[in-house]
């Protein structure tokens, strides 16, 4: 049986819970304790702080573990990275006061930058022959400048409304992570082979993101028009109707264009639409 750290509470817990459900993988979050035996799959679910999962990965404590890729590329530790997870994206970056007038990345040697990404900072700073002085703190590190601890900042960015609300500006963007599925390098074959399936399902459920399952009633003369509409559709399912002159188009739309093709599509006289979500897509 495999044995998966997550992250127990915070920015990764939500998504995390609702991957394992969608891959019909069940985890009673009333009863949660350290460690909880899953259903659906032979699986073992370990609630940990996000810092330790590397490690409980790197040890075997944990076969595989769910987490950002950020603290993979921190904490240095030999694991395997099987596949990103496409939720928890954010970016390191560098960021100082927004009344300084920035030079470029020289600007950052000799100063003093905040950061709980210090081994990330050194390897950038390293790579690109800049000598600063790195400040490891736990947390509130864009408070940093603003209380005279540190000329600038080194931290997670999403929407940047941290920095702004902070006097700060990102300058130089240095990682980009979202969570990642991760794995002990040294997994047996009989685990390599479920962390596969579990690969397997994560895979659909990802691809079928963001995509709808439209049907549609459609005069069977514009039905080339119609196809030629959807790009990537190799063979659309086209249904015969009692009507000679009708047929039932089905495709897969993106949803960041549903609206634009719907329309279009009722331009050419598609009628009956029926939009319906898509759990899973398997290729
Ligand atoms: O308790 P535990 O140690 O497990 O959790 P934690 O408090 O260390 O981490 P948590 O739950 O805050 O974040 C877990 C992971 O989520 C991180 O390691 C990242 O991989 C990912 N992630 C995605 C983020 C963000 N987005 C994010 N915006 N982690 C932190 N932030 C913080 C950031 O530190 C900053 O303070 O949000 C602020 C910036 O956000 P914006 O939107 O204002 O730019
Ligand atoms: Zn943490």
Not at 59 to 67: E, K, L, Q, S, Y
Not at 98 to 108: H, K, P, Q
Not at 160 to 176: A, P, R
Not at 190 to 206: C, D, G, H, P
Request: charged share 25%.
């Amino acid at each position: 049986m495999l044995r998966i750290a997550i992250q127990a509470k915070g920015r990764l817990n939500e998504d995390t819970m609702a991957l394992l459900a969608d891959a019909g993988i069940s985890v009673a979050a009333s009863k949660r304790k350290l460690v909880a035996r899953a259903g659906g799959f032979p699986l073992e679910v370990l609630y940990l702080r996000d810092d330790d999962i590397p490690q409980a990965v790197q040890m075997g404590v944990a076969d595989i573990g769910i987490v950002g890729l950020n603290e993979v590329a921190e904490k240095e530790m030999d694991v395997t990275t099987v596949m990103p997870l496409g939720f928890g994206a954010c970016r390191i970056s560098l960021a100082i006061p927004r009344d300084v007038n920035y030079t470029g990345l020289e600007w950052f040697a000799g100063r003093r930058i905040a950061t709980s990404y210090p081994r990330i900072l050194k390897r950038f700073f390293e790579k690109n022959h800049i000598q600063a002085d790195i400040h490891e703190i736990a947390g509130s590190v864009e408070i940093a400048p603003a209380v005279g601890m540190a000329d600038a900042i080194f931290d997670i960015v999403s929407s940047g409304g941290t920095l702004v609300q902070n006097g700060l500006v990102e300058v130089e963007k240095v990682f980009d992570s979202e969570a990642a599925l991760i794995a002990n390098p040294g997994l047996d074959a009989e685990k390599m082979a479920e962390v596969e399936k579990l690969k397997f399902r994560f895979t659909s459920i990802n691809n079928s993101r963001g995509m709808k399952y439209v049907l549609m009633n459609l005069p069977k003369d514009r039905l080339d028009e119609a196809v030629a509409l959807i790009p990537g559709m190799r063979s659309p399912t086209v249904l015969s109707l009692a009507d000679p002159g009708w047929c039932s188009l089905h495709v897969v739309i993106r949803e960041d264009e549903l609206w634009e093709k719907i329309e279009q599509l009722k331009a050419l006289g598609a009628e009956g639409i029926l939009v319906l979500a898509l759990e899973n897509m398997i290729r």
